[in-house]
């Protein structure tokens, strides 16, 4: 496999590992040649994601084990809190490759931020630094020699690129955001709140105008809009709907409102504009796209957004960054490839 590069996942048995893994294996240009995790050490890939039975020979390795010397990217799809340590302990074996943390670990540049939103102490602060925060719609191009990116939030990516084309126009702007969840975006360890029978059927605000991804996305739209975020957990597995809803200065219509969308995100792979409709949360999910959609109406401006929090909240981003960061094109591994054209047709 000339040419290939050789990518493995840490900490993969949880659901966003198991798409990486899916999506990893799939990849032209990409081998994934490891994947860890204490608990399954020793026994195949689908002991933990049954899908991939009969898809792959690969077992789950312990960490130690890895040949980091032969790695051209590690990706980790560690708990908050862990993925510090696992870079930590990747930097200190001297591994000189691209490394994707997928954690909150290294989303933030100031270390006050974790004991306040997230309830730990970071273990690394030295590190944060380092990290570039991978949301490639507003970030990319990297720098080249960018090798460390922390990718971003499943309700961060939704707010952040619905936001960000108003950041850039209205200034000393309220945003009140209303966004609704699977269940799979709180993990794989069953929960109270997540157990079906408390979900089904029912939607239940939490972490009211105090959501650990709210100083994420003020991170990307700056202090110029002032967000006010309600997150609600729905009855579903996987999927992040969600709208922003805005009151328009004077003089600012739909025409003006569809071109800033348009100028933010017209040549962006994975963003698809629905312009004069709000986007339905069945079209984005099982896809690695943020649908965006907007509704103006007598001054006042609702945005609508729908991701998969598995994909493009998580694993399919986090494969998108890893072509920036490879020097492979944007989509691969993500969408079809077209076959060339017959030249005796």
Not at 79 to 108: K, M, W
Not at 124 to 153: C, H, I, K, S, W
Request: proline content about 7%; overall charge negative; glycine content about 10%.
């Amino acid at each position: 496999m000339t040419g290939t590069k050789r990518i493995a996942i840490l900490h993969g048995a949880g659901y966003v590992g198991g798409e990486l893994i899916r999506l990893l294996l799939a990849h032209p240009h990409c081998q994934l040649v490891a994947v860890t995790s204490r608990t399954f050490a020793g026994r195949p890939l689908w002991h933990a994601h049954p899908a991939l039975r009969g898809q792959t020979e690969l077992t789950f390795v312990e960490e130690d084990a890895l040949a980091l010397s032969e790695l051209d990217a590690v990706l980790i799809a560690a708990e908050h809190g862990q993925g510090a340590r696992t870079v930590q302990h990747l930097l200190e074996s001297g591994y000189p490759g691209v490394i994707i943390d997928l954690s909150a670990d290294f989303r933030f540049r100031e270390a006050a931020v974790y004991p306040a939103w997230f309830g730990f102490d970071h273990p690394a602060p030295e590190l944060l630094g380092r990290f570039v925060y991978g949301l490639p719609e507003v970030y990319a191009p990297y720098a080249a020699d960018t090798r460390l990116l922390a990718n971003p939030g499943c309700f961060a990516t939704g707010l952040a690129l619905a936001l960000w084309p108003l950041s850039r126009h209205l200034k000393d702007a309220t945003v009140a955001v209303t966004a609704l969840t699977g269940a799979s975006g709180s993990g794989v360890k069953p929960k109270a709140t997540t157990h079906f029978p408390e979900r089904d059927g029912n939607v239940r605000a939490y972490k009211v105008l105090a959501h650990q991804h709210l100083p994420e996305v003020q991170q990307v739209v700056g202090t110029g809009l002032h967000i006010a975020f309600v997150p609600a957990s729905g009855p579903w597995t996987r999927g992040i709907w969600g709208t922003v809803h805005v009151a328009l200065p004077d003089g600012i219509g739909a025409d003006e409102v569809a071109s800033w969308y348009e100028a933010a995100y017209g040549q962006a792979p994975f963003v698809r504009l629905w312009p004069d409709q709000l986007p339905e949360l069945r079209y984005a999910v099982h896809t690695p796209f943020c649908d965006l959609g907007w509704i103006v109406r007598d001054g006042h401006l609702v945005v609508g957004f729908a991701l998969d929090n598995l994909l493009k909240g998580a694993a399919s981003q986090a494969v998108q960054n890893l072509n920036l960061l490879l020097g492979l094109p944007q989509t691969a591994g993500l969408l079809p490839t077209p076959a060339p054209a017959d030249v005796h047709a």
